[in-house]
Nanobody
Framework: QVQLVESGGGLVQAGGSLRLSCAAS????????MGWFRQAPGKERVFVAT????????TYADFVKGRFIISRDNAKNTVFLQMNSLKPEDTASYYC???????????????WGQGTQVTVSS
């Protein structure tokens, strides 16, 4: 069982930056690939980024490439999402999730956090 708690969301102006954190409980964090997804009001949850267990491999959605960076610290059971050059269309609730393998697909993720709200003003 893995429990995930996101933090770091907030209100930021377009062009600004935020760093999201996702803290995991348990001693098995390093055995899970981690992902970030987001969901805007009235829209489906979509893939943002994923990272493998060691942190050596990452994959991003096209709309965040070059702006967002996913990373992890296995010693601290935490995964991060550094978000730069934020745009109003990045406004959404951001969720971290754990899976056995890196994936773009939410169905592959076994555990989810409760989400943290990111609002980007124009």
């Amino acid at each position: 069982q893995v429990q995930l708690v996101e933090s770091g969301g907030g209100l930021v102006q377009a062009g600004g930056s935020l760093r999201l954190s996702c803290a995991a409980s348990g001693r098995t964090f390093s055995t899970y690939a981690m992902g970030w997804f987001r969901q805007a009001p009235g829209k489906e949850r979509v893939f943002v980024a994923t990272i493998n267990t060691s942190g050596g491999s990452t994959t991003y959605a096209d709309f965040v490439k070059g702006r967002f960076i996913i990373s992890r610290d296995n010693a601290k059971n935490t995964v991060f999402l550094q978000m730069n050059s934020l745009k109003p269309e990045d406004t959404a609730s951001y969720y971290c999730a754990a899976a056995r393998v890196p994936s773009r697909y939410s169905v592959h993720y076994n555990y989810w956090g409760q989400g943290t709200q990111v609002t980007v003003s124009s």
